[in-house]
Nanobody
Framework: QVHLVESGGGLVQPGGSLRLSCAAS????????MAWYRQVPGKQRELVAT???????NYTDSVKGRFTISRDNTKNTVYLQMNNLKPEDTAVYYC??????????????WGQGTQVTVSS
């Protein structure tokens, strides 16, 4: 049904920037909430940022002021601009399409993920 393809991950030094993209198909994108999660080995997947149908956004405290989520409804794509990256941002980043509860629990579909490594 829903197909999500993440791209833009890679190796970056602390303080650097990356821009992740998630291209969506099989979904009415403009009426679908979107989100970015991240996960490191041995830990639960963590909600990073959400963007609602209206375009309003929310962020986990650890990335506020550094990350920006946005959506382009003409391209069926959601982005995560990551600035001033820190080693603790290292994770696999996953795109999510669908609703997220007020507690951050995902209810929709996942992409395959893209690796972000922040290291000197």
């Amino acid at each position: 049904q829903v197909h999500l393809v993440e791209s833009g991950g890679g190796l970056v030094q602390p303080g650097g920037s990356l821009r992740l993209s998630c291209a969506a198909s099989g979904v009415n994108f403009k009426i679908t909430p979107m989100a970015w999660y991240r996960q490191v080995p041995g830990k639960q997947r963590e909600l990073v940022a959400t963007t609602a149908i209206s375009g309003s956004t929310n962020y986990t405290d650890s990335v506020k002021g550094r990350f920006t989520i946005s959506r382009d409804n003409t391209k069926n794509t959601v982005y995560l601009q990551m600035n001033n990256l820190k080693p603790e941002d290292t994770a696999v980043y996953y795109c999510h399409a669908g609703y997220v509860t007020t507690r951050g629990i995902p209810l929709g579909s996942w992409g395959q993920g893209t690796q972000v490594t922040v290291s000197s």
